[in-house]
């Protein structure tokens, strides 16, 4: 599975956008961008994934670059809730072994 | 709701033991995992399950067994805890049906402190 780069924090004010960024430069053509995040030591909560499409559901969007080598979470309207570690994960979609690898993370914090 | 559950939420023990952590699933998921989550070492997968009699090995599977009798129970067992076994640790289930969309459910975690 591909590594991940993220940033170690960031700021965001209550109600602007979130824009977490991701670095993937060795991904693979078989190989999916996932995101979770972790509020204080509550279980990993699945918010989107993504192939090479831009995706948008009903918490997040996903923005892939073309060349799939980078990708950014975008928060449209960001609360105090969404103050969490955001992990972003990329590997094949159904591995041998199901293993989601957890880097670091990005810290989000939301400020009012 | 569809939800992982697991109990007990909160524990603590003193070595030698044997507790056991119960996980359940009420998504009809075939697979299951087991992970630990430590400081600075980030979420530590134990064991995983495929489907019901079938478990394997994860990356720091020493001092934990593991069973799946039923499809929804994946019960994490410690036959002699130590102190190295001090972890929040969180259960996981998913749907391994279609391609590329196997995302995880994890469950509230379990803090065990090991004396």
């Known amino acids: 599975d591909a590594k991940t780069t993220q940033p170690p924090s960031m700021d965001c004010a209550e109600g602007r956008a979130a824009n977490l960024p991701c670095n993937h430069s060795t991904i693979s053509g078989n190989e999916y961008v996932y995101w979770y995040r972790q509020i204080h030591s509550q279980g990993p909560q699945y918010i989107i994934h993504?192939?090479?499409n831009n995706e948008t559901n009903e918490m997040a969007s996903l923005i892939i670059t073309e060349d799939r080598k980078s990708s950014t979470l975008i928060l449209p309207h960001a609360t105090l809730r969404d103050t969490a570690v955001y992990y972003c994960?990329?590997?094949?979609?159904?591995?041998?072994?199901?293993?989601?690898?957890f880097g670091q993370g990005t810290t989000l914090q939301v400020k009012p | 709701e569809a939800q992982v559950t697991q109990n007990p939420r909160y524990l603590i023990t003193v070595t030698g033991k044997k507790l056991t952590v119960t996980c359940s699933q009420n998504m009809n998921h075939e697979y299951m995992s087991w992970y630990r989550q430590d400081p600075g070492l980030g979420l530590r997968q134990i064991y995983y399950s495929m489907n019901v009699e079938v478990t394997d090995k994860g990356d720091v599977p020493e001092g934990y067994k593991v069973s799946r009798k039923e499809k929804r129970n994946f019960p994490l067992i410690l036959e002699s805890p130590s102190p190295n076994q001090t972890s929040l640790y969180f259960c996981a289930s998913s749907s391994r049906g279609a391609f590329g969309t196997d995302t995880q459910y994890f469950g509230p975690g379990t803090r065990l402190t090991v004396l």
């Open positions: 993504g192939l090479k």
């Open positions: 994960i990329v590997r094949v979609a159904s591995s041998n072994t199901g293993k989601l690898i």
